[in-house]
């Protein structure tokens, strides 16, 4: 089964940091996963630019159908959505030096979706996440609509919510995606 090696990794994370996700077992997990190969494959895109995704959460809007959230737990912002502008109409506003593309198109390619600043915020109770990097989130439309984007980062065991224009990129920040199963 082609998914073999990526399920073996989840596994490895899930039963490393069983502190995530307390009351949640494994075979579980997997039988949710075994019946979605769209998550699947979001999971592998998440897991191949680097976020390590992990269960955080079952997914209380799935209610009794057992869901669960996944999340990038990597201690940094993952390495392969680094040096992106925040979306589209950033990256088209740019006249020379374009980053590569943006995190919402990304996010959107890969089928998973920005955090915002409370599942941030949640993620860190977890764990001690982009204390060298930073992370852009899901910006709130009045703070877009004048230019701007949000991005949060862990300093001096804070968690700190910044605002750049949207059109800035820098090699040290890049984003957090989740995903429901």
Known sequence: MENQPLLRALRARFEKHGHRHPGIGWAEVRARLETSPQALRSLGEMEATGGEPDVVAPD??????????????AAESPAGRRSL??????????????PQGSA?????????????????????????????????????????????ALFCDRRYGRVFVYHNGAPSYYAARGFRGWLRV
Do not use: H
């Open 60 to 73: 209380e809007k799935a209610g009794r159908s057992g869901g669960f959230v996944f999340c990038d737990c």
């Open 104 to 148: 919402l198109d990304m996010a959107a390619a890969m089928g998973i979706e920005l955090l915002t600043e409370e599942q941030y915020r949640a993620l860190q109770q977890l764990g001690e996440f982009d204390t060298k990097t930073s992370s852009w989130v899901l910006t709130p439309p009045d703070v877009r609509a004048l230019g701007g």
């Open 85 to 98: 502008c925040y979306d589209r109409a950033a990256l088209d506003s740019r006249k020379e030096n374009k």
